[in-house]
């Protein structure tokens, strides 16, 4: 309802007496004109603009800076789910040339990368050096570990439902005991990145009414003092429309300013961790650098910047303006 | 700028109008008159007579409680907020007070008007030039209104009146503040205006500078129009 108000009030602002040529032009001239001129206002009194801006660079830039942090853990991750494997466990009593064959038989399969056998003896062996255990395994009779065929799965493959489908087939072969899929972490690790991007949304939604708040509280501020401006301007004509332009321009700004803030507060914190990262990445053997912030987030930051910077005008004005009228 | 051309219609008509505010003071009671468009009046009356509660409802800033105010056509009492605004453009209001923004030059408060109402560049510094020669302050565009003395300030407060030509001129009190030469300089504005047609109502309670100027006289006493006639036929009744 209100949305029709402002439309009809806008055409009102277009000159009605004399004027035959330039309308639109003129209407678009003092759009730019105000658009413009907000903005020195602003100028003229930098700290104050200086704060608000950075008090909603910081409200942003903190989902922003997470944001782009669970972005670097999901890429990670998504690296780490190309290593998932599967094991096989075989039957204790399967012999060496049936394992052999049944190895062959499971390069052959779509969708898997390699085969790497682990016999009873190496199991032993490797169970001994890494666990600790190797007395104890002295005094048992026999090798309790079973043989294991390590299955890879190709680059395609290394899907969860892919996955789940290939572990199904496997579990079917006459000697496999049990077949266990080694990426159980892998998914946990993307439900805990999904509690922190749900996080992330919760925490921005707060934000963002903090930023409603503190844009709302500075144009109602500016509203007050302009107010003797106001009522001189309403006594010669002016529509709602044209008085609340310059406030609205001021709250875009104020968004764009916080927007840009952000941005760079961001940017400059993961210039910051970059380095300690990248040597991080390089004790682990491993490519992985940290990204920054893609096209697509820095659009959103500054289009949900400029939003709420809006919206928090748009409100102050809507429940001031209409107080201030001539008497 | 119609009624001009329309000699039936007045450009002010006040029909049986009271003013009851919330507190129940009545400031009118039963104001009729009209002003034929180009005539020039004074209104007149003691403080809290009812001359500001009267131009406050011809700009449409206060509504009538019963009765009718017809401006140039429109009744005012049915008249929506969305259209005060073009009802205000064919006013131009002159205040006591000035009412200028003190933060920009004598040439952006004149020109506040054209802009509002959207006039392109050109025209808006061409118009707010001719303004401020009319009243005698071209070389004065680019000064702070605070550097100006009080009838300077009156009068830029009177080219923004009239910039963008309006049928109708109101102005309250006008001369408050200003010694008589200068609120002599001041009506002979509003005269000029009304000999090139404008319908002219200046409330004041100035009763030298009116005796001196022979025009159409409204008097207020206690919210009722006590006498409606000629300067000097009323003060020719007094005597």
Known sequence: MKRTRVKKTDTEDRPRLGQPRGKVSAYFTHHLWVLVSSLGALWRTPWATLMTAAVIGIALALPAGLHVLLQNVQQLSTGWEGTAQMSLFLKQDVPEKRIQSLAGELRRWDGVAEVRYISREQALAEFRELSGFGEALDSLDENPLPAVLVLRPTAEA?????????????????????????????????????????????????????????????????????????????????????????????????????????????????????????????????????????????????????????????????????????? | MRGRLNVQRPMIKFDNVNKRYAGGHEALSGVSFHLAPGEMAFLTGHSGAGKSSLLKLIACIERASRGNVIIDGQNLTRLKNRHIPALRRKIGVVFQSHNLLYDRTVFDNVALPLIIAGYHQNEVGRRVRAALDKVGLLGKERLMPVTLSGGEQQRVGIARAVVNRPPLLLADEPTGNLDPELSREIMGLFEQFNQVGVTVLVATHDHDLIAQLDHRLLILKQGRLERDGQTAELQAQKQ
Request: glycine share 12%.
């Open chain 1, 158 to 327: 290394a899907k969860p439902a892919q996955m789940e489908l290939l572990l199904g087939r496997v579990q079917k072969l006459e000697p496999v005991d049990l077949a266990q899929l080694d990426m159980e972490w892998v998914r946990r690790l993307s439900g805990i990145i999904e509690v922190g991007k749900r996080g992330v949304l919760l925490l921005g939604g707060l934000l963002a009414l903090a930023i409603l708040l503190v844009v709302g509280n500075t144009i109602r501020l500016t509203i007050l003092s302009r107010r003797q401006e106001i009522v001189v301007t309403k006594l010669i004509g002016a529509t709602n429309a044209f008085i609340r332009r310059p406030f609205l321009y001021t709250g875009f700004w104020y968004g764009l300013m916080g927007a840009v803030l952000a941005w760079l507060l961001v940017a400059i914190l993961l210039g910051l961790l970059r380095a300690p990262v990248n040597q991080l990445s390089f004790l682990y053997n491993s490519e992985f650098s940290l990204g920054g912030l893609d096209l697509e987030t820095v659009m959103v930051l500054l289009g949900s910047g400029v939003a709420l910077g809006l919206l928090g005008s748009w409100l102050a004005v809507g429940k001031h303006l209409q107080a201030i009228e001539p008497s």
